[in-house]
């Protein structure tokens, strides 16, 4: 058990429908990432919050959106899913920012399916 | 934009034999850090580099940082089935301000017993 909570494991689901992906971060950490894993794509960073405000976008699309609670769990959200979004979606948690952000704490992932 | 590039993709070897894999930047960047991925798990962090020209050991792997501080590598000596996985190295994107990670898209190592 890394620390970093994510669910659920696995979701199936249909061509543009809407799910919403769950992580909590390790206890003290601040920062939320966001990955997405496709096959043979390395990782891809969407989205970073630090402290319930959003930090960076990166490759997310505008059908993706993402928040992080008072209490410091994050959730994403994807909507119109489309056969493509089909992917391993990590989310990864670290203590602080910027320079002294140290390595990040990776969850197990959420294995999206869209059929 | 911003790249990290790893090199080989895959690499098979066999168990006892050396393992090899280079990350090279487009940007200079203020630390590189490396990952490994076993099939089916997620990345675990295993080393932060900062240092130009740093050499960082853990049993049997060695980790070094280039003096110009744009590339890196990760060197495992004799290995193990115990290796496998894919490993990534990442930097820090929009120059380490944020402290988001642009990742390598990784070298996947199998090691045949």
């Known amino acids: 058990d890394s620390g970093v909570t994510q669910t659920p494991k696995h979701l199936i689901t249909a061509t543009g429908q809407r799910v919403t992906l769950r992580c909590s971060p390790r206890?003290?950490?601040?920062?939320v990432y966001w990955y997405q894993q496709s096959l043979d794509q390395g990782l891809q960073f969407l989205i970073q919050y630090y402290n319930g405000e959003e930090r960076a976008k990166g490759n997310i699309l505008e059908r993706f959106s993402a928040q992080q609670f008072p209490d410091l769990h994050s959730e994403l959200n994807l909507s119109s899913l489309e056969l493509g979004d089909s992917a391993l979606y990590f989310c990864?948690?670290?203590?602080?920012?910027?320079?002294?952000?140290?390595?990040?704490?990776f969850g197990s992932g959420t294995r999206l399916t869209v059929v | 934009g911003q790249q990290v590039m790893q090199i080989p993709q895959y690499q098979h070897v066999q168990e006892g034999e050396d393992f090899t894999t280079y990350c090279n930047s487009s940007t200079t960047l203020s630390n590189i850090q490396w990952y490994k991925q076993r099939p089916g798990g997620h990345p675990v962090f295993l080393i932060q580099l900062v240092k130009s020209g740093e050499v960082k050991k853990q049993k049997r792997l060695t980790f070094q940082f280039g003096e110009a501080k744009k590339n890196s590598s990760l060197h495992i000596t004799a290995t193990q089935t115990t290796d496998v996985g894919t490993y990534f190295c990442?930097?820090?994107?929009?120059?380490?301000?944020?402290?988001?990670?642009?990742f390598g898209k990784g070298t996947k190592l199998s090691v045949k017993p």
């Open positions: 206890s003290g950490d601040l920062s």
């Open positions: 990864a948690s670290s203590q602080s920012t910027g320079a002294r952000m140290g390595g990040y704490t």
């Open positions: 990442a930097g820090p994107n929009y120059g380490g301000s944020q402290g988001n990670l642009i």
